[in-house]
């Protein structure tokens, strides 16, 4: 069996998710997703289709690396190379489990477990009053969650109200003012009150904040059980995350912008987090992200993906989830799309009761629904042409 093609479409959905067929003369197809590549992973990977025609597509470790080494001057330890590279990867995990009949998750080694936790991420935002918040809440636990996340840093929702403009926000500033500080601990208070103690909440930080900041933050949500804080500072300074973990009595989460083993070494090796969370379609595919894994459990650290997916990239990350002894939870981030059921030829919502059941169908185990996809096709993309 030999690769013939590789084609990309693209969807709107958190950002831009790019899709990636591989085709093969046996008439076998695979599918993958990857996120966060942008525009440039499209032309990324019509470079790269031309030099991987022809090979084996068994061969799935090998053909990563080669072309990552290849073109380590052209971004082979991060960015755009790396997530075009993860969408092929995907697609050839997909592929092979299609065509030796069996689920990836059993390719990679078996399962450590059945079903996959997932929690959600969900909406609230500043200037919500408790009866709102706990709406939002009371809506994510009627699904089934018994995990959810929150952004608690203003910028993320690109707020521009009376009160921010009030105290003179500097957009560029990594200092949380008295009223930012105060909102972000509000916010905490008013869901974890609503969730109860028998939900797991973390917030995310978004690297928002400078390391003083973030020092008094986790100083103050200490008497809040959280799942974690997420990424309080930029996981590129690894001696600042270490700083901040070692002030906090919540566990500290961070990864999601990292890419391959090699962007993870120093958070391990310095223990400067408690919790690893990967983007797994993204920041190198399904094996990179088994290695990653094993290397935190090396330092009895959890992995906890990061994941924007639709049910397509979700179900390739929980095909890893399943196989190593140190997940803890998976992220879903289409709650408010009407699209996660439909985008797929399944008509189904692969997570039931906060959960992902693994199946036993070959490869990912669902397949787009192009159709649904066109309709909400990426301006200025083509259609795996």
Same mark, same amino acid.
């Given at each position: 069996m030999k690769i013939t093609s590789i084609k990309t479409a693209a969807t709107k959905g958190h950002g831009m998710h790019l899709w990636v067929r591989v085709t093969t003369d046996a008439g076998i197809t695979g599918l993958g997703e990857c996120v966060h590549g942008g525009k440039q992973a499209i032309a990324i990977i019509g470079y790269l289709e031309e030099r991987l025609i022809g090979k084996d597509p068994f061969a799935i470790d090998a053909i990563f690396e080669d072309m990552r080494r290849k073109h380590v001057f052209d971004g082979g330890t991060g960015g755009a190379l790396i997530t075009a590279l993860t969408g092929i990867e995907i697609a050839l995990w997909d592929l092979k489990g299609k065509a030796l009949n069996v689920p990836i998750y059993e390719l990679l080694g078996g399962k450590f477990r059945d079903k996959i936790r997932v929690y959600a991420d969900c909406q609230v935002a500043p200037g919500m009053n408790f009866d709102e918040i706990k709406q939002v809440v009371d809506d994510v636990l009627e699904k089934g969650f018994t995990a959810l996340k929150i952004d608690v840093d203003i910028d993320a929702y690109g707020y521009k109200g009376s009160e921010v403009a009030d105290f003179q926000k500097d957009a560029f500033n990594y200092t949380a003012i008295q009223w930012e500080h105060e909102r972000m601990v509000q916010l905490v208070d008013m869901v974890t009150t609503a969730a109860g103690k028998d939900v797991a909440v973390a917030a995310d930080v978004h690297t928002r904040l400078d390391v003083p900041s973030a020092i008094r933050l986790v100083q103050d949500l200490a008497p809040y059980h959280l799942m974690w804080l997420e990424e309080p500072v930029p996981a590129e300074n690894v001696k600042a995350m270490r700083e901040v973990k070692q002030h906090s009595k919540n566990p500290i989460c961070a990864g999601e912008n =990292?890419?391959?083993r090699h962007g993870f070494r120093d958070l391990l090796e310095q223990q400067a987090v408690d919790i *690893?969370? %990967?983007?797994? %379609?993204?920041?190198?595919? =399904?094996?990179?992200c088994r290695k990653i894994a094993n290397m935190a459990e090396l330092y009895y650290i959890p992995f906890a993906p990061h994941n924007v997916s639709s049910p *397509?990239?979700? =179900?390739?990350?929980?095909?890893?989830c399943a196989t190593v002894p140190n997940f803890l939870v998976l992220e879903f981030h289409w709650l408010h799309r009407d699209y996660w059921t439909t985008i797929i030829q399944e008509k189904t919502d692969i997570i039931k009761d906060g959960f992902i059941h693994m199946s036993d169908r070959p490869g990912i185990g669902v397949e787009l629904d192009e159709e649904v996809g066109r309709q909400y096709q990426f301006p200025g993309t083509t259609w795996f042409a």
């Open positions: =990292l890419y391959l *690893i969370m %990967p983007d797994i %379609p993204k920041c190198g595919g =399904l094996s990179e *397509i990239g979700t =179900l390739a990350s929980a095909h890893v």
